[in-house]
């Protein structure tokens, strides 16, 4: 099992930028795919972006492509998700997740493991 632990949340304006951080143990990093996922409130948990082992490889949700940016430093067992250009619409609360298998997958139920989430809100 993977243990996740996300920070980097808070209140900003539309806008402004904030840079998420989930720190994984457990297992080792660099053969886990990584993934960010966000909910919002009364809506489901929803995609928001993947990385390969590497970080060679990345995908992005159409809500987000060209303003968030994921990528990971296997030496310090940490993904990160860079988000720029923030708009109300992205106020949820956002999870790391874990996945075993070696593909990159947007479906919440091919990741194994889970942060708590942090909390992102952005104000109009």
């Known amino acids: 099992q993977v243990q996740l632990v996300e920070s980097g949340g808070g209140l900003v304006q539309a806008g402004d930028s904030l840079r998420l951080s989930c720190v994984a143990s457990g297992r080792t990093f660099s053969n886990l795919v990584m993934g960010w996922f966000r909910q919002a409130p009364g809506k489901e948990r929803e995609f928001v972006s993947t990385?390969?082992?590497?970080?060679?490889?990345?995908l992005y949700a159409d809500s987000v492509k060209g303003r968030f940016t994921i990528s990971r430093d296997n030496a310090k067992n940490t993904v990160y998700l860079q988000m720029n250009s923030l708009k109300p619409e992205d106020t949820a609360v956002y999870y790391c997740?874990?996945?075993?298998?070696?593909?990159?997958?947007?479906?919440?139920?091919?990741?194994?493991?889970w942060g708590q989430g942090t909390q992102v809100a952005v104000s109009s």
């Open positions: 997740a874990a996945s075993y298998g070696g593909s990159l997958m947007t479906q919440r139920w091919n990741y194994n493991d």
């Open positions: 990385i390969s082992w590497r970080g060679t490889r990345t």
